[in-house]
């Protein structure tokens, strides 16, 4: 749990030597979610954007436009994905919403824990993709789950973190919203560095 709050403070760390760039590359990413088709790439290429922050690379526009034009066909590949994962949970939470029982409690719980479990791979997909010569989909979903399921304590308390973050931006707005993906993508890009780390 301590590593998950020090993994934080890095990747915040990281943000505040160049807040004026993510500030940007951030405003960029919520107006890019407009179009949707947009959408995927545009996470990816915060993705890329942090590895090189993290790497102590230099970052600028061009860099994230570059990362864009190349992330697009693998984020629809990712996109997709989730489009497959999530709207089925998301239906199931919906249209079952008023059905009462223990069997239907029992449901709620196993579809929050998978909802849990793969916002969490999530977290990790990307920094992982970005670190793996092998970058199939399946193989980086493989990986993510691999993290979380080895160190769950670790991924659900960054999990939670993350989460809170997310509904931060939703109740104070365009303040935490400005820096929101920044913060993910950073979190997960020094989270994944610190299980490599680990491995070498």
């Excluded at 970052?59 to 994230?64: E, M, S």
């Excluded at 249209?95 to 409690?105: D, E, K, P, V």
């Excluded at 493989?142 to 080895?150: E, Y």
Aim: hydrophobic share 65%.
């Amino acid at each position: 749990m301590v590593q998950a709050f020090q993994v934080t403070a890095r990747a915040i760390s990281l943000w505040w030597r160049e807040f004026v760039l993510f500030l940007f590359f951030n405003v960029m990413w919520l107006v890019l979610q407009i179009p949707i088709v947009t959408g995927p790439p545009a996470t990816a290429a915060m993705y890329v954007v942090a590895r090189r922050a993290a790497d102590h690379e230099l970052i600028d526009p061009l860099h994230g436009w570059l990362a864009l034009r190349a992330m697009f066909a693998p984020a629809w590949k990712w996109g997709v994905v989730n489009l497959l994962i999530v709207i089925p949970t998301v239906a199931n939470f919906y249209l079952y919403q008023n059905a009462s029982g223990i069997g239907w409690t029992v449901l709620r719980l196993v579809w929050g824990m998978l909802a849990v479990l793969w916002f969490a791979m999530n977290l990790f997909y990307w920094p992982f993709w970005l670190a793996q010569s092998d970058q199939r989909v399946v193989n980086t979903f493989r990986n993510s789950a691999v993290l979380v399921l080895k160190a769950p304590l670790f991924a659900l308390t960054l999990a939670v973190i993350c989460a809170l973050i997310i509904a931060g931006s939703f109740l104070i707005a365009l303040p935490v919203a400005a820096m929101l993906m920044a913060w993910l993508a950073l979190i997960g890009i020094v989270a994944v560095d610190e299980e490599l780390k680990e491995k070498l």
